[in-house]
């Protein structure tokens, strides 16, 4: 199997503090995404990072990618109640198979 | 706004008894998919279509089947629901494979 795995599976830290999630995956990919999951609800996409990239940025969120490793981490700075959430890397495979894999989660709790 | 709308968001069936979830989209997404998501656990693929091509992961249960009339909507049906098949239900879509999915806020099935 493909799934990747999430690192640490729970992670509670006070408000202001950064948060990281690291995942790590098996076969080589073209594109690792993160999603955010609020409880109940449906995954939003928080961003995308190809196989040729090493590092991205979106407001608060870094991403890292190491292809060398099958790695990729996530970091949140000043962490928000809000942030409260599950986190769920996906990997697309370069088999041209046309879907993701997502890895196991990590829950975040943020607390105020 | 552009987005993917699931109903019903809550689903109560009878062991047995067929069910059918549905899914439409106004992004107008070459690609639909279909996730079964269980308690604290990643989204398993079930389906996907690129277009009107079906895409069946091997190892979704000959139980659950899924329908796309056309580019918008996308149904999944389960003809006999038994008790594990209790879960979260997520379609998503995407312009184009492998890219970012968009989904819907799920609908959370309970067999009874």
């Known amino acids: 199997s493909q799934q990747g795995e999430e690192d640490p599976q729970a992670l509670s830290i006070q408000e202001g503090e950064n948060a990281t999630m690291n995942c790590s995956y098996k076969?080589?990919?073209?594109?690792l995404q993160w999603y955010r999951q609020n409880s109940g609800r449906g995954l939003v996409h928080l961003i995308l990072i190809r196989s040729n990239e090493r590092e991205k940025h979106s407001g608060r969120l870094r991403v890292t990618l190491d292809t060398s490793k099958k790695s990729s981490s996530l970091l949140i700075t000043a962490s928000r109640a809000a942030d409260t959430a599950s986190y769920f890397c996906a990997t697309e495979g370069n088999f041209g198979n046309e879907k993701l894999t997502f890895g196991t989660g990590t829950r975040l709790t943020i607390i105020p | 706004d552009a987005m993917v709308i699931q109903n019903p968001r809550y689903q109560v069936t009878q062991f047995g008894k067929p069910v059918t979830l549905s899914c439409s989209q106004t992004l107008n997404h070459n690609v639909m998919y279909w996730y079964q998501q269980k308690s604290s656990q990643a989204p398993k693929l079930l389906f996907h279509y690129y277009d009107k091509d079906f895409n069946n992961e091997a190892d979704t249960p000959d139980n659950f089947q899924s329908r796309r009339p056309n580019t918008s909507f996308c149904f999944l049906d389960i003809r006999s629901p038994g008790l594990g098949d209790a879960a979260m239900y997520l379609c998503?879509?995407?312009?184009?494979?492998?890219?970012?999915?968009?989904f819907g806020p799920g609908t959370r099935l309970l067999v009874l």
């Open positions: 076969t080589s990919i073209n594109n």
């Open positions: 998503a879509t995407s312009s184009f494979a492998g890219e970012t999915q968009y």
